[in-house]
């Protein structure tokens, strides 16, 4: 008798659990509008990183609007935009699939092409939807128009760091390299889109400016196979550092060629998409060591720069069986819990009440303090976490992602290969 | 001496991608659209076989042509034998198969940068002062090789010269007692194997991403179509062709124009000699 009674207390108190729980989302979701390139990495680490922080918030009682809490709800869509021959079209009939079909209120995440990016910011202003871009998009000309025509695309916001910050920090460990082991020779690889085309033209001047020689200049249509040219045009000049610009899979076969070759000059990338995952490694062989890649900011390698950080490190691995893999990890994640704080304290969905919060954003996260610049909508960069957002340097070292810059969460040094020294 | 060296790796490279399409139509008069796929399956099936079920590499090198033979002539069993002799059908019916293979090892969570094959012999050496991977050099020897088997196949056997009997005048053949439909299925079969040997060889360079298949199909049609279609030693040359003028490119004028070369040969191919440098019987039908 006393067992049933048991039984009885416990499926009543299961029942009103469950139904405290639903009555605890009876509200309306706020649909959050992922357009991502689903098949290449910087599209599913996005969506992987979004997932994580909404699962978080809802686990948590969800988002408080006016106080009524309102669960999160994303609908992913693939907007192909990395893939090569896809043209900006099909991302801009994705994005408006997700504003019109999906009635998403707020846009997270891509389209992750720069070009997709930017003609899609057009369609935001049309359609007065929010979007916060987290992953891939690297032009400056995404905040610079902006602040250019802030009423038309104030919707927009970017909540990583862009070429310009990527290229100061690349430049800041090649003055490093000069200091301590004497390298000024730079040869530039980059891949034919917007960003990397734009960055390497930048990184040319700049470099030249800092007092580095730029020996060459190599620009590669998406989808490339062969680098041995370019290579020996490496070792011929007697270049001493490869800055490489490429997020196709294809630059694998560089950096595998680099290491057979034995090629004296260190690779150094950014949006080297296929040295930043954590298979890099075991795909490579050991190919991939000493190769240095720029992952955007923090917490997308192993690193203790805020107490979020490796919370969230570990939280992603716990989730999907895998480390933070590409540069749109820690973004992607934080955008949520962002643009959460910003409905919270505007009280509703209304986009340019929305806007206003966002602008006045001032949280801590995974990669440091997290801000906006109130005119352009591009989140501030710092070398310091407390600062604002810190970017992210890693280095291939016996098969583990050391980070190696900025020295304020560094976990290594930079190493040159033995047939560099 | 660089642009030699590699200039006739790449060639040799571009050969072996567009052997097995230029066989497949050449003795079916089938265009297999789905040649890019057949490529970057052997490599998923084989990556599967060798680092999943842990076989030993060269077992499952054998295993995954063998696989991609039998899917190469399960699609002309099942699916192209119904639309042969339809081009357009055959070439939306074989697309459609490969628009399937490839989505649906995307679908099955192959993406990402991570699926590689190990080279077949690490390191590199210097061949007249230009240093070269061992792997490269290896890939160079067997494709070669390999046009030469196949030019003693096509030759001195019995089946090499019932395809080449299809191939010359399918009518003919069957008129000889030669099955055309069983021969054609062969030849499917062994255009797939052919994509398999051009996947085994070059995929351990990079790694293995569905994308890849596209650019494989690209670059077949366009060595098939300036070597003239049909003809797989012509193939073999417009392979040198353009390999030499991509490597010409990148050193003369730049990285950036190396991939319109294949597209640029296609183009200045149809207005000047639609029927490509072997076409000999599409020429005379030009003429006619």
Partial sequence: MKSYRLRVCLSLFVFMALLSGAHAFAEKPIIIGAPLSTAYLYGWDAERGIKLAVDEINAAGGVNVNDKKRPFKVEVIDTRDLEPGVPVSEALMALERLILSKKADFILGGPNRSEAALAAMSLLSKHKKISIVTSGVLTPKYHKMVAEKYEKFKYCFRIHGEAVNLIGEMIANFADLKEKHGLTKVFIMAQDVSHARGAAKVMGKVASSKGFEVTGTEIFPTGTTNFSMALLKVKKTGSQIINIWMDMPESAILLKQWYDLKIPALPFGSTLAAAEQPGFWKATEGKGQYTLCNVVNAGNAPSDATEWTMKFYNAYAKKWGVEPEGLGSSSSYMAVYVLKDAIERAGTLESDKVVTALEQTDMMGVYGRLRFDPKSHQVIAAQDPKDGAVGSILQWQDGKRVVVYPKSIAKGSIQLPPWMK | ?288
């Fill in chain 2, 1 to 288: 001496m660089e642009i030699l060296v590699y200039g006739t790796i790449n060639s040799v490279s571009l050969a072996l991608m567009g052997l097995g399409f230029a066989m497949v139509y050449g003795i079916s008069r089938v265009p297999n659209f789905a040649h890019g796929a057949l490529y970057i399956i052997c490599g998923f099936v084989t990556w599967t076989l060798f680092q999943i079920v842990g076989l030993s590499y060269f077992v499952a090198i054998i295993l995954s042509l063998c696989v991609n033979g039998i899917l190469g002539m399960s699609m002309y069993r099942f699916v192209l034998i119904r639309v042969r002799g339809m081009s357009i059908s055959e070439i939306i019916a074989s697309y459609a198969i490969g628009l399937v293979i490839l989505e649906g090892l995307r679908f099955g969570g192959f993406r990402g940068m991570t699926y590689t094959l190990p080279v077949f012999m690490e390191g590199s050496l210097m061949i007249g002062g230009v240093p070269v991977d061992y792997h490269r050099v290896v890939m160079t020897i067997i494709g070669v090789a390999l046009v030469a088997g196949l030019w003693v196949f096509t030759h001195y056997t019995r089946i090499g010269l019932a395809l080449q009997g299809m191939a010359q005048d399918e009518r003919a053949a069957m008129m000889l007692g030669i099955d055309s439909d069983f021969m054609a299925m062969v030849a499917m079969g062994f255009g797939a194997v052919l994509a398999g040997v051009a996947a085994i060889l070059i995929l351990p360079l990079g790694n293995i991403v569905v994308e890849s298949g596209y650019h494989v199909l690209i670059m077949s049609i366009a060595v098939c179509i300036v070597g003239g279609l049909g003809s797989w030693m012509g193939a073999f040359f417009a392979a040198f062709i353009i390999g030499y003028a991509q490597i010409l490119t990148v050193v003369y004028i730049g990285s950036h124009f190396q991939m319109v070369v294949a597209i640029l040969a296609i183009i200045l191919t149809l207005i000047l000699k639609p029927s490509g440098l072997f076409g000999q019987q599409k020429e005379l039908e030009e003429r006619v």
